[in-house]
Structures are given as structure tokens and as C-alpha cells.
T-cell receptor, first 110, second 113 residues
Framework: QKEVEQDPGPLSVPEGAIVSLNCTYSNSAFQYFMWYRQYSRKGPELLMYTYSSGNKEDGRFTAQVDKSSKYISLFIRDSQPSDSATYLC??????????FGAGTTVTVRA | GAVVSQHPSRVICKSGTSVKIECRSL??????MFWYRQFPKQSLMLMATSNEGSKATYEQGVEKDKFLINHASLTLSTLTVTSAHPEDSSFYIC?????????FGPGTRLTVT
């Protein structure tokens, strides 16, 4: 069993729709939870960073963490074609080593 | 935000040769850097932790004699792929930790022919 599970998709939505992404994990030692966006042949860029259970909102992005269920989510509201990318969840203990999900490829259709 | 650069951005080499990839933190010092590998349509897999002034630590299954890491200074880590084979063809990405986040380089695409 992988430490971090993420459905690779692909996921295709019309412009303006809400994109819903999620990951599950098995290691209860994970304390920090992140979502990265990666465009083709580029390095990942950090979108959201959370530490505790609950919701965190930043513009059109909302990250949710449920440590009791070992489940994290990312929601993108009012999606735009420029949001088309691969979204990776990542998590770490307190040692900066990141464990990544497989990544979900998202296409937002104009 | 902090910037991490990598050089080269892409490289093609012949099987059996060695290739060096550089990772630099441009506006901050990094005593630790991480090297990841990403195969097509797959996620990033941590290969090793580069430590300034000491030996790198490798993740399980990563050959330390094949992937040589040198953390020469507080702003530079290098990954050398020795005796490269076609199965080493991949996207190699480095990162350096900042305050609560990792700063990733743009990646180096290695193709071994």
C-alpha cells in the first residue's frame, strides 16, 4: 500500500465549475499537508500549505484536512482554463521530506 | 519568494557516460537539499537528502554509488548520474526547504540513448 493515494484522473471540467481533488494517506505521523500544481515539464509550485485539521482558504482555492480520516482535499472554485495542470498532494512529518501522491491531471474546458 | 535553479534544463547523453546536474539556491542558504525523480505520468519520488558538509542520505532502493551527491556549499548541490542507462531517463527535480515549505527547482530532463 502506498503511503499517499491519489486518483490520477484525468479530470475534465467546464470553465467555471468547481474542481474537487483529494488524497488519502496511511501514515499518521504526517503533520504537514500541501498541494502543488505542476505544469508539463516544470517543477511543482506550492498552492496551499496546511498543518491542522480544518479548512484553509486562499482566493479560489480551499484546502481541507481531516486527520481523523486521513483525508485531504483541494477545491478550486470558478475554474479557469489556466488551471489546467497536474495537481499533486504532498505531506511530511517534521523532517521536510515530502511524500507525494500520484498527481491528478485536470483539464478545464473553455 | 525563494528561487531554486537547476542546470542543465535538459541533457541527452549516451549510455555508459556520466551526467552532472546542479541545483542552486539563488537567494538563500540551504544546508539541506532534496533530490526527486519523476517518471512520465508518475509522481515525484524522493531519491536522497543532500547535506552540506556531510554525506547524503539515500532512500531505500536508490543506489548511492550510481547517484553521487555532493553538497559543495550552502547554495549548491550536485547530482551525478554515473554510468547512465536508458532506464535512468527521467525528470530530476531538486528542492530546498524554506520556512514551512519546499522550494522546487524547474527540473532537469535526462535522456539516455
Amino acid at each position: 500500500q502506498k503511503e499517499v493515494e491519489q486518483d490520477p484522473g484525468p479530470l475534465s471540467v467546464p470553465e467555471g465549475a468547481i474542481v474537487s481533488l483529494n488524497c488519502t494517506y496511511s501514515n499518521s505521523a504526517f503533520q504537514y499537508f500541501m498541494w502543488y500544481r505542476q505544469y508539463s515539464r516544470k517543477g511543482p509550485e506550492l498552492l496551499m500549505y496546511t498543518y491542522s485539521s480544518g479548512n484553509k482558504e486562499d482566493g479560489r482555492f480551499t484546502a481541507q484536512v481531516d486527520k481523523s480520516s486521513k483525508y485531504i482535499s483541494l477545491f478550486i472554485r470558478d475554474s479557469q482554463p489556466s488551471d489546467s495542470a497536474t495537481y499533486l498532494c504532498a505531506m511530511s512529518r517534521n523532517d521536510y521530506k515530502l511524500s507525494f501522491g500520484a498527481g491528478t491531471t485536470v483539464t478545464v474546458r473553455a | 519568494g525563494a528561487v531554486v535553479s537547476q542546470h542543465p534544463s535538459r541533457v541527452i547523453c549516451k549510455s555508459g557516460t556520466s551526467v552532472k546536474i546542479e541545483c542552486r539556491s539563488l537567494d538563500f542558504q540551504a544546508t539541506t537539499m532534496f533530490w526527486y525523480r519523476q517518471f512520465p505520468k508518475q509522481s515525484l519520488m524522493l531519491m536522497a537528502t543532500s547535506n552540506e558538509g556531510s554525506k547524503a542520505t539515500y532512500e531505500q532502493g536508490v543506489e548511492k554509488d550510481k547517484f553521487l551527491i555532493n553538497h559543495a556549499s550552502l547554495t549548491l548541490s550536485t547530482l551525478t548520474v554515473t554510468s547512465a542507462h536508458p532506464e535512468d531517463s527521467s525528470f530530476y527535480i531538486c528542492s530546498a526547504p524554506g520556512n514551512h515549505e519546499q522550494y522546487f527547482g524547474p527540473g532537469t530532463r535526462l535522456t539516455v540513448t
